[in-house]
């Protein structure tokens, strides 16, 4: 029985996750961009923090223990799913995707330039960040011409560097050596995250767009922090305690082909054949990525 219901939440991962790309394009389309996900975070971490009395949490910390938590919160949802956020008002969500699924390449880089992946480089290795920088080109490829455009260009970089900012919180979580209860871990980080998104929303964001929010965009938001962050993340634990951390990590194959799709169908977002050629060579160096970090048993598979 268990283990049928984490398949049931493995499934809701897949699809719920792929469809947050196309959320957060309508929630930002009149939403002031970093106060859209600085309350989507806090919120989430509010209902969590609210929750952990009736599921019997035992909170138990040191200014160590939320300091180890506070920076990949930071990374990960402030400078990293937050900053995708203002990205998608100059970009398609299927391209943000797609940039966003080569973050593994830099999780590998990050740990070779520091040090930590010294003896760890192995064929599969290689093959996969060959096929991810490949995937990079054909990206720009495809979108030579929008990149005229500064702001679709600002987008772009801004969305590179997200995933960039993701797979540092992602190296250094795994590194901080953190033995707090993950339930609470995630609540910190959403509670740093989107703290953080607030602190910086009155200098960065149009504050002027409150005036002409749509109902749509509150719609996205309320989908986001009940579906896109409670939901998900309660499936997330679920399946890595009752499924092989490998076959959970199947998500990261499926979230950009749902979120593509959507955005082509749903948006009128466009999909050409170097598109699905950059879609594929990506997800094949993910996959190689992992197949070579399992095999070397350094690190869980890794991704959205």
């Known amino acids: 029985m268990n283990q049928s219901k984490a398949y049931l939440a493995l499934l809701v991962i897949c699809i719920?996750?792929?469809?947050?790309?196309?959320?957060?394009?309508?929630?930002?389309?009149?939403?002031?961009?970093?106060?859209?996900?600085?309350?989507?975070?806090?919120?989430?971490?509010?209902?969590?923090?609210?929750?952990?009395?009736?599921?019997?949490?035992?909170?138990?910390?040191?200014?160590?223990?939320i300091m180890k938590q506070v920076i990949p919160g930071v990374l990960m949802l402030a400078l990293g799913n937050g900053t995708i956020g203002w990205a998608e008002k100059y970009i398609p969500s299927g391209l943000a995707a797609l940039i966003v699924s080569v973050m593994p390449v830099y999780v590998v880089l990050i740990n070779f330039v520091t040090g930590r992946g010294k003896g760890t480089l192995n064929g599969k290795i290689i093959l996969g960040l060959l096929l991810g920088c490949a995937g990079i080109v054909l990206i720009f490829k495809d979108n030579l011409g929008d990149l005229l455009d500064t702001r679709y260009l600002m987008g772009v970089l801004v969305c590179f560097a997200a995933s960039l900012s993701w797979a540092a919180g992602t190296v250094y979580m795994k590194h901080s050596g953190a033995t707090t209860d993950s339930y609470v871990n995630t609540a910190i980080q959403l509670s740093s995250g989107g703290l953080a998104l607030l602190i910086s929303s009155p200098f960065l964001d149009d504050l002027g767009q409150l005036q002409h929010i749509e109902p749509e965009s509150l719609w996205a938001l309320a989908y986001l922090i009940v579906f896109g962050s409670i939901l998900s993340f309660l499936c997330y634990i679920y399946a890595i305690k009752n499924l092989p951390v490998g076959l959970v990590s199947i998500y990261a194959y499926i979230n950009p082909f749902i979120a593509v799709s959507l955005g082509f169908l749903l948006k009128d977002e466009r999909v050409t054949w170097i598109t699905v050629i950059a879609f594929a060579t990506t997800l094949g160096g993910v996959f190689w990525i992992n197949r070579g970090y399992k095999v070397n048993n350094q690190l869980k598979p890794v991704s959205k």
């Open 16 to 65: 719920v996750w792929g469809t947050t790309y196309l959320a957060m394009l309508i929630g930002v389309a009149s939403f002031p961009a970093f106060l859209f996900s600085g309350l989507r975070h806090t919120i989430a971490a509010t209902i969590l923090w609210l929750s952990m009395p009736l599921l019997k949490k035992k909170i138990s910390l040191n200014a160590r223990d």
